[in-house]
């Protein structure tokens, strides 16, 4: 069986807030960016940079590159970090 067949053809007529809730509807709060979370982020992203940078000339020398490949992906992971 197709699914045209089964589904309503009909469009489903949209009601209007007002008429099922009197209550006024609240908004969620934003989140405020403010310059210290922002010069946080900064750093935590040139800290990662750093260690990924560093961790990726470990891996480019080869003999360094169980040190490197660690520490490139932590720099990563840090350059990723979001605060919650």
Known sequence: ???EDRVAARPVPRQRLEEN???QVREEP???V???NLLRRLVLVA???GLALTGWMLV???FLVFIGLPLFI???AVMQAQER
Do not use: W
């Open 60 to 62: 480019m020398s080869v």
């Open 1 to 3: 069986m197709l699914t």
């Open 30 to 32: 934003r989140p405020v």
């Open 21 to 23: 809730h009197p209550a």
């Open 34 to 36: 403010s310059v210290p």
């Open 47 to 49: 800290i990662g940079f």
């Open 74 to 76: 932590f720099g990563l």
